[in-house]
């Protein structure tokens, strides 16, 4: 009975853990049908508007249902169900290489280059197009054929720095740490890019030293995302300016928006929109428990001082729902008379801009909540936080020209790039800092000569050494000194990296940068401050789009195969080994479930290469059960009784199943560390499938025929040998 129990127990188990990995997947396919009927209804919605602010509405409140009711099931069910390659989904497949040798040229010093560097990089650009070794080595070999004959040596090019010993060597180490960092400057800019472009399940590769390489699901515009792709990194210094004027600004969008809308919205913010409600005074405030996710635990403490300066902003921020913006307390409440649920579904209704966010007034150590029922604001210092879900709805809104006109011409707003970490790991939501920015940058990336990520020796916290060129030095003492203790954005791309406090006028061009996290902000900080500064173009050397239809009929084809390979083995298995064979057909199912679970949990893409892989592994999962069985027939043959044959055939079948399943993922290895693309889709999951044959042809088969055969000896049982024979 305990043997049964066991048996029982190895079969289901594997099953039920499948089944809990693979439920996302189902999850999200149904919340896709329900998600397809909501846009369904939006987009009628939308062409019953009468006008173009009637028609924004429309939409997002027939969407914000389905956001409330199912958007954080549907978003966590996208993010663990198994990923499906671009054959089979469809999309768009680009790889990107950087022009390193336009990286080198631009590190020469200007007015050292002549006719003779010039040939030197001419033909590095022309070998580098047809090799695949590194630019630096190329670069290096054609200076020594052209230049160094005619008494030119790297020092006559380039300098680093304010090195006093320039050598040769350190110029080269130079130009190899600027190669080696360009991939990876590239790829965080592109990342981004491809972030706020809304690609869902982007694959974003590095492929050797100088090319990216990208699988971008869903994506069939290639103009557009060709031109995302290939345009100029943009790193901007803009002063911070979360003003009286911002929130003032915001107040009149709200009455603009609120005056056209006349479609009735439900709920336009799943998250914030059960939070907001209306005191005695008639100004919103967040309830605790339910955006206690939005409280902000602290701004960014990022500060900016000289290199030699000590200070650091380290004024601890305090968040508090006991107290409200003074200038806005003595209005009269507009509201009176409404309970509080009718209290927030009118002040969501009268304030369809500003819900989509959380606002505070810094009031000295104090985090004041704010609402917008009064134009009277206090002057001082404001603090923004938007949910992740509602970015996009505040960029689209803020994009339209008539909303433009309501914002102060100089200022603009643009979208933390990093979500609050802490609010994160405690609530699970991704919170990012809204910011109000001065339109035109203080200073560009261009003017960074260099970033680097290091250790304060005297603190031993993360910072951030930035230097500037000889351009950007004057520029920066004039901007530092006349912003101290006002805060300067990083931005790359519209998005803000950081925003630092200035601490004091920094006039020798070296400035630390301090209040990260960890090192691993650090290093990103440090990547986006040398991104601004990149000089290496990004080209677009191949690119493929695999449309829908294409898609569906690849996995038209891929099921198909899938289905004829498994109907001819359960037939042949089950013809040649009747009883044992049905069970091997079992087995190879429980096989093929626990594949899939496996690149599940993985985060792996299926593919049709992957397809392939499972098709390659039924073969092989058959094959072990056909050493097995028969070895139990020779057993069986010589007289031994059911159990004992059972017990010899899979002893002495195990080693050669090993040795063949050992060798197979050996060759499974070298295709994936050495390949790319396809194939490693292939050997990912054929490797995946020799773990798991192992699994179901040693055990789950054993304990299926065990289970079959059961205590009693009268049981009858066939291998396919001529005639049964009764286990004794």
Not at 295 to 306: M, Y
Not at 321 to 337: E, N, Q, R
Not at 488 to 517: C, F, H
């Amino acid at each position: 009975m305990k043997k049964n129990v066991s048996a029982i127990l190895l079969i289901l188990v594997p099953i039920l853990v499948a089944g809990i990995v693979l439920w996302p997947t189902f999850r999200a396919s149904q919340l896709e049908g329900i998600e397809k009927e909501y846009i369904a209804a939006a987009e009628q919605a939308k062409r019953s508007a009468k006008d173009s602010i009637q028609a924004l509405f429309a939409y997002d409140s027939v969407m914000a249902v389905f956001n409330k009711e199912y958007g954080e099931a549907y978003r966590s069910a996208k993010n663990n169900r198994i990923k499906l390659g671009l054959d089979l989904r469809g999309g768009m497949y680009v790889t990107l290489e950087l022009d390193i040798a336009k990286l080198i040229e631009e590190s020469a010093m200007r007015d050292a280059v002549d006719d003779v560097f010039k040939q030197v990089i001419d033909s590095t650009k022309a070998q580098a197009k047809v090799s695949d070794t590194e630019v630096l080595e190329i670069f290096l070999a054609n200076f020594t054929k052209y230049a160094r004959p005619k008494g030119k040596t790297l020092i006559s090019y380039f300098t680093v720095g304010d090195v006093k010993d320039l050598t040769e060597e350190k110029i080269i180490e130079k130009l190899k740490a600027n190669s080696d960092e360009a991939i990876n400057q590239a790829q965080e800019v592109i990342r981004q890019r491809i972030d706020k472009y809304g690609v869902t399940e982007p694959t974003l590769n590095k492929q050797g030293t100088r090319r990216i390489v990208l699988e971008l699901p869903g994506v069939t515009d290639e103009a557009e995302m060709r031109q995302l792709l290939q345009t100029t990194a943009r790193l901007e210094f803009k002063l911070i300016r979360n003003t009286q004027e911002l929130v003032q600004a915001f107040y009149r969008i709200d009455a603009y928006l609120s005056k056209r809308d006349t479609v009735e919205k439900k709920d336009l913010s799943a998250q914030i929109t059960d939070a907001m409600k209306k005191d005695s005074s008639g100004v919103a405030k967040a309830d605790s428990t339910a955006v206690s996710k939005a409280k902000p635990a602290k701004t960014d403490s990022t500060a900016i001082a000289s290199k030699d300066s000590t200070k650091t902003d380290s004024t601890k921020k305090s968040d508090t729902s006991s107290k409200t913006a003074s200038a806005a307390s003595d209005t009269s409440d507009p509201y009176a008379g409404l309970s509080d649920e009718e209290k927030g579904k009118r002040y969501q209704k009268d304030h369809p801009f500003t819900t989509l966010f959380l606002s505070y007034f810094i009031n000295k150590e104090q985090y004041v909540p704010i609402g917008y029922v009064k134009d009277q604001f206090p002057e001082g210092e404001y603090f923004f936080q938007i949910p992740e879900e509602s970015i996009e709805k505040i960029e689209r809104i803020l994009a339209r020209s008539d909303v433009k006109r309501l914002m102060p011409a100089d200022l603009s707003v643009a979208i933390g790039a990093k979500s609050d970490a802490r609010i994160e790991k405690r609530e699970g939501v991704k919170i990012f800092e809204l910011f109000g920015v001065k339109s035109d940058p203080e200073l560009t990336g261009e003017a960074v000569s260099d970033a680097r990520a290091t250790f304060d020796p005297t603190s031993n916290q993360p910072i951030v050494m930035m230097e500037m060129n000889d351009d950007g030095r004057e520029r920066w003492a004039r901007i530092t000194g006349a912003n101290i203790k006002k805060r300067i954005g990083i931005v790359l791309d519209e998005r803000v990296y950081s925003a630092p406090t200035v601490q004091n006028k920094i006039t020798g061009g070296s400035s630390q940068i301090t209040g990260m996290a960890d090192i691993n902000e650090a290093r990103l900080l440090e990547i986006v401050l040398k991104a601004g500064s990149l000089k290496a173009p990004v080209q677009i050397i191949e690119e493929r789009v695999v449309g829908p239809s294409l898609g569906e009929d690849s996995i038209r084809s891929g099921i198909t195969s899938f289905i004829i390979a498994i109907s001819l083995v359960i037939l042949f298995m089950i013809i040649y080994y009747a009883h044992s064979g049905a069970i091997a057909d079992l087995a190879v199912a429980i096989n093929v479930l626990l594949i899939i679970s496996a690149l599940s949990a993985f985060q792996g893409t299926l593919s049709l290469p992957g397809i392939a892989g499972i098709i390659l592994t039924i073969g092989m999962a058959v094959d072990a059960n056909i050493l097995v069985f028969e070895r139990i027939r020779e057993e069986l043959y010589r007289g031994r009784s059911m159990r004992a044959a059972i017990d010899e055939g899979f002893s002495k079948a195990l080693s050669a199943i090993l040795d063949s399943n050992i060798t197979t993922f050996m060759t499974g290895m070298i295709l994936y560390f050495f390949g790319s693309g396809p194939i490693q889709g292939f050997a990912i999951t054929l490797m995946i499938g020799i773990v798991t044959t192992l699994f179901t042809a040693l055990t789950v088969s054993r304990a299926l025929i065990n289970l079959s055969i059961g205590d009693s000896s009268s049981t009858r049982f066939s291998f396919g040998q001529v005639k049964h024979i009764t286990s004794n």
